[in-house]
Nanobody, 127 residues
């Protein structure tokens, strides 16, 4: 079992930045690839970014590429999401998730690839 707790969400103006953090406890954190997803009201949960167990591989959704950066610190059992140049369309609840494998694969962009989820943190970007 892996417990995930997100933090760092809030209200920010368009063009601003936020840094989300996800703290993991339970099983060995470095055994898991990690992902961030988001869900806006009335929309399905969508992939944002993912990182392999070592941090050596990352995937990004086209909508956030160049603006968001995922990173992890296995010694601290944490994964981070640095979000810059935020847009109103980035408004959503952001979730971190622990994947079923160490490395990223073709399914890493889908929620089904992840077994453990945090409770989410709200990010609101005002125009």
């Amino acid at each position: 079992q892996v417990r995930l707790v997100e933090s760092g969400g809030g209200l920010v103006q368009a063009g601003g930045s936020l840094r989300l953090s996800c703290a993991a406890s339970g099983r060995t954190f470095s055994n898991y690839a990690m992902g961030w997803f988001r869900q806006a009201p009335g929309k399905e949960r969508e992939f944002v970014t993912a990182i392999s167990w070592s941090g050596g591989s990352t995937y990004y959704a086209d909508s956030v590429k160049g603006r968001f950066t995922i990173s992890r610190d296995n010694a601290k059992n944490r994964v981070y999401l640095q979000m810059n140049s935020l847009k109103p369309e980035d408004t959503a609840v952001y979730y971190c998730a622990a994947g079923r494998s160490w490395e990223l694969n073709a399914s890493s962009r889908t929620p089904d690839e992840y077994d453990y989820w945090g409770q989410g943190t709200q990010v609101t970007v005002s125009s």
